[in-house]
């Protein structure tokens, strides 16, 4: 069974960098054809996709949060990670870690956030000082 868990801090000052970590079982993130992305909800609204690695290591953003978010990933530990800087508190929310297979759509697959087949229970992040 595929499994997706979310980590890091739940709190982070204003101005400083969200750092989230999400560790995969049950496949590699190196498999063929995933890719594996960060999703975050505010209570009241959409699902709003933030960026995804693939399989290859290749990277895209949401265009309005390119400037500040860096997607990485650790293969020898199976993970991902986020790191979005410049934080403020309008970047409070749940964020979620997910994976899709299949990259029938070239560098755009994945990017729709309801369009995954794996996801992390989410992690209350909160921006404050």
């Known amino acids: 069974q595929v499994q997706l868990q979310e980590s890091g801090p739940g709190l982070v000052k204003p101005s400083q960098t969200l750092s989230l970590a999400c560790l995969v079982s049950g496949v590699s993130i190196t498999a063929t054809d995933y890719s594996w992305s960060w999703i975050r909800q505010t209570p009241g609204t959409e699902l709003e996709w933030i960026g995804a690695i693939t399989y290859l290591g290749n990277t895209n953003y949401r265009p309005s949060l390119r400037s500040r978010t860096s997607i990485s990933r650790d293969t020898s530990k199976n993970q991902f990670t986020l790191q979005l800087s410049s934080v403020t508190p309008e970047d409070t929310a749940v964020y979620y870690c997910?994976?899709?297979?299949?990259?029938?759509?070239?560098?755009?697959?994945?990017?729709?956030?309801?369009?995954?087949?794996?996801w992390g229970q989410g992690t209350q992040v909160t921006v404050s000082s």
């Open positions: 997910a994976g899709r297979y299949g990259l029938e759509y070239g560098d755009l697959s994945g990017r729709d956030a309801t369009d995954q087949d794996y």
